[in-house]
């Protein structure tokens, strides 16, 4: 009922009696679709702030606000220097006039989603706020108001029906009336609650209340009453602090959580299924114990076999060999000693990608920790900042030249040529980033993008560096040996070729070239 005309009557009717000579100092916006007035009146301040984002309208009486120093902009500037002389609702409508003496108006326009503040000066000359909002363009309060005709006779007439009696009522007053039993009970009864309750409204007092899974400002007490009061200016500042933390807890806190969440269970389902492959890859067939059988063997083997069965010395069990009848017994025992390395090394990349997984589940989960009990805002978004959680928005993903990969929480961008890799080291990495670049061949730059506060986690950097030798002229090696330096030692000499550049204080990791897990 925030925006509603029965709350907005005695809201007037308060500032009218409360704010009259206070002088208008200063009108600005730092804040898309949010205005900032700022009274004074001797040593004594006052200030509005009128919040018109659509899912956000609201109307607050803070008891300070402290100005940006930069990001904001000086509105309707002819009003400045007048003193408040009247605030007036408007008849039955959800608007109301700010009049000052130097014949300046403002006119509230609290239409929800629609909602807009024209300024209007001596000659008739008006401005919108919000201009987008056409409509509003020579609109007066006299046209926004209308009349009521709230006698037994009309109410009889339209059969008790709320929205043709009482049109102005708001939902909220028609949900509670119909909770008490309006809907199915005697023309009579439900003239005594009407008629009840539009009595109320004259004399009303306000309630902040959680009901119907929301926190509403009321002029009747209806599921949880959070807070009581008299004042009209209280309540709705009150109810403007409530709205706006669970407005920003839900836009903010609520899809990092989700995001979060999301991400704990792949992680989690990722370590389960390479784990299971990791135990297959041990326990299961032994290249290497195969080729030392077939080598020990060599003189019981005949050419041109397809399969032959030894004895393993290994297990004290005959074993069944496949061979290739085009190759030798001892080349059939080379291919098997070439794929005990790759198993090797296959056991120990996964080895490796199941530690760094496991450390970002302990820290998604620590971050997930913290946050879910966290209820204040300020602190909510430190969090988020110290720990890199901000996702950037999809057009900015877009409009970055150059390709981005994600390795648990962290970033890598890989340049996508040597103009490109000038401009990824140049002009988007920081100084405490991670840059990588295969070591003497051509290849991408791969920035490792910073996060504040945390090292970079070797399994993190390893396959950063993957990154890197993949993106160069040795992708197809089996190992490559990556350089890496935090970026503030990469430096770019004049009159040097595009993606050229000096690195200092460089360290070389060997990697097997490949994308991210």
Same mark, same amino acid.
């Given at each position: 009922?925030?925006?509603?005309?029965?709350?907005?009557?005695?809201?007037?009717?308060? =500032?009218?009696?409360?704010?009259?000579?206070?002088?208008?100092?200063?009108?600005?916006?730092?804040? @898309?679709?949010?205005?900032?007035?700022?009274? !004074?009146?001797?040593?004594?301040? @006052?200030?509005?702030?009128?919040?018109? %984002?659509?899912?956000?309208?609201? %109307?607050?009486?803070?008891?300070?606000?402290?100005?940006?120093?930069?990001?904001?902009?000086?509105?309707?500037?002819?009003?400045?220097?007048?003193?408040?002389?009247?605030?007036?609702?408007?008849?039955?409508?959800?608007?109301?006039?700010?009049?000052?003496?130097?014949?300046?108006?403002?006119?509230?326009?609290?239409?929800?989603?629609?909602?807009?503040? %024209?300024?209007?000066?001596?000659?008739?000359?008006?401005?919108?706020?919000?201009?987008?909002?056409?409509?509003?363009?020579?609109?007066?309060?006299?046209?926004?108001?209308?009349?009521?005709?709230?006698?037994?006779?009309?109410?009889?007439?339209?059969?008790?029906?709320?929205?043709?009696?009482?049109?102005?009522?708001?939902?909220?007053?028609?949900?509670?009336?119909?909770?008490?039993?309006?809907?199915?009970?005697?023309?009579?009864?439900?003239?005594?609650?009407?008629?009840?309750?539009?009595?109320?409204?004259?004399?009303?007092?306000?309630?902040?209340?959680?009901?119907?899974?929301?926190?509403?400002?009321?002029?009747?007490?209806?599921?949880?009453?959070?807070?009581?009061?008299?004042?009209?200016?209280?309540?709705?500042?009150?109810?403007?602090?409530?709205?706006?933390?669970?407005?920003?807890? @839900?836009?903010?806190?609520?899809?990092?959580?989700?995001?979060?969440?999301?991400?704990? @269970?792949?992680?989690?389902? !990722?370590?389960?299924?390479?784990?299971?492959?990791?135990?297959?890859?041990?326990?299961?067939?032994?290249?290497?114990?195969?080729? &030392?059988?077939?080598?020990?063997?060599?003189?019981?083997?005949?050419?041109?076999?397809?399969?032959?069965?030894? &004895?393993?010395?290994?297990?004290?069990?005959?074993?069944?060999?496949? =061979?290739?009848?085009?190759?030798?017994?001892?080349?059939?025992?080379?291919?098997?000693?070439?794929?005990?390395?790759?198993?090797?090394?296959?056991?120990?990349?996964?080895?490796?990608?199941?530690?760094?997984?496991?450390? =970002?589940?302990?820290?998604?989960?620590?971050?997930?920790?913290?946050?879910? &009990?966290?209820?204040?805002?300020?602190?909510?978004?430190?969090?988020?900042?110290?720990?890199?959680?901000?996702?950037?928005?999809?057009?900015?993903?877009?409009?970055?030249?150059?390709?981005?990969?994600?390795?648990?929480? !962290?970033?890598?961008?890989?340049?996508?040529?040597?103009?490109?890799?000038?401009?990824?080291?140049?002009?988007? *990495?920081?100084?405490? &980033?991670?840059?990588?670049?295969?070591?003497?061949?051509?290849?991408?730059?791969?920035?490792?993008?910073?996060? *504040?506060?945390?090292?970079?986690?070797?399994?993190?950097?390893?396959?950063? *560096?993957?990154?890197?030798?993949?993106?160069?002229?040795?992708?197809?090696?089996?190992?490559?040996?990556?350089?890496?330096?935090?970026?503030?030692?990469?430096?770019?000499?004049?009159?040097?070729?595009?993606?050229?550049?000096?690195?200092?204080?460089?360290?070389?990791?060997?990697?097997?070239?490949?994308?991210?897990?």
């Amino acid at each position: 009922m925030h925006l509603n005309y029965f709350f907005l009557k005695p809201l007037c009717e308060e =500032l009218d009696a409360a704010w009259r000579g206070f002088t208008l100092g200063a009108c600005f916006s730092q804040q @898309k679709d949010e205005l900032i007035f700022h009274f !004074y009146r001797n040593e004594e301040e @006052k200030f509005i702030r009128v919040s018109l %984002i659509p899912q956000l309208t609201f %109307i607050s009486f803070p008891e300070s606000f402290a100005r940006g120093r930069k990001n904001n902009v000086d509105l309707f500037e002819e009003a400045i220097g007048g003193e408040l002389e009247m605030v007036s609702i408007t008849p039955c409508d959800r608007s109301f006039v700010m009049a000052f003496n130097n014949s300046f108006s403002f006119l509230f326009k609290m239409h929800g989603s629609r909602s807009n503040i %024209i300024g209007t000066d001596k000659n008739g000359n008006q401005r919108l706020f919000r201009s987008q909002l056409l409509d509003d363009e020579g609109l007066t309060q006299e046209q926004l108001g209308t009349t009521l005709q709230l006698t037994r006779a009309h109410f009889d007439e339209v059969g008790g029906e709320l929205r043709q009696f009482v049109p102005i009522l708001g939902k909220e007053t028609t949900a509670f009336l119909n909770g008490l039993g309006y809907d199915d009970t005697t023309i009579e009864r439900k003239w005594a609650l009407v008629t009840q309750m539009l009595s109320a409204f004259e004399s009303p007092t306000f309630y902040i209340c959680r009901w119907q899974e929301k926190v509403q400002l009321l002029l009747f007490k209806a599921g949880e009453v959070l807070m009581e009061t008299d004042s009209a200016i209280e309540a709705t500042t009150v109810y403007a602090q409530k709205v706006s933390r669970e407005f920003y807890l @839900k836009t903010e806190l609520h899809p990092l959580l989700q995001r979060l969440r999301k991400e704990l @269970k792949q992680t989690e389902s !990722y370590l389960k299924q390479s784990k299971a492959k990791l135990i297959d890859l041990k326990e299961g067939k032994s290249y290497s114990q195969l080729a &030392d059988v077939l080598m020990a063997n060599l003189y019981q083997v005949k050419e041109g076999l397809e399969e032959v069965v030894l &004895d393993n010395f290994y297990t004290g069990q005959p074993v069944s060999i496949k =061979l290739k009848r085009a190759l030798t017994p001892q080349k059939n025992a080379e291919i098997f000693y070439r794929k005990a390395k790759n198993q090797k090394i296959e056991i120990e990349k996964l080895e490796e990608a199941i530690a760094a997984k496991e450390a =970002l589940e302990e820290t998604v989960a620590e971050h997930l920790l913290h946050l879910e &009990d966290m209820t204040d805002l300020k602190l909510i978004r430190q969090y988020i900042q110290q720990h890199g959680l901000a996702k950037e928005s999809k057009q900015a993903a877009i409009n970055r030249p150059f390709k981005v990969f994600q390795i648990g929480l !962290y970033e890598a961008w890989v340049g996508t040529n040597a103009k490109n890799n000038d401009e990824l080291t140049l002009k988007y *990495a920081t100084k405490n &980033d991670l840059w990588l670049h295969a070591k003497d061949v051509p290849g991408s730059h791969v920035v490792l993008k910073w996060r *504040a506060g945390q090292n970079f986690p070797k399994p993190v950097i390893e396959q950063a *560096a993957a990154l890197a030798a993949y993106y160069s002229k040795r992708k197809t090696d089996t190992l490559c040996p990556v350089i890496f330096t935090p970026k503030k030692w990469v430096r770019k000499p004049k009159g040097a070729h595009p993606g050229a550049v000096i690195v200092e204080r460089e360290e070389v990791i060997m990697v097997e070239p490949g994308l991210p897990n």
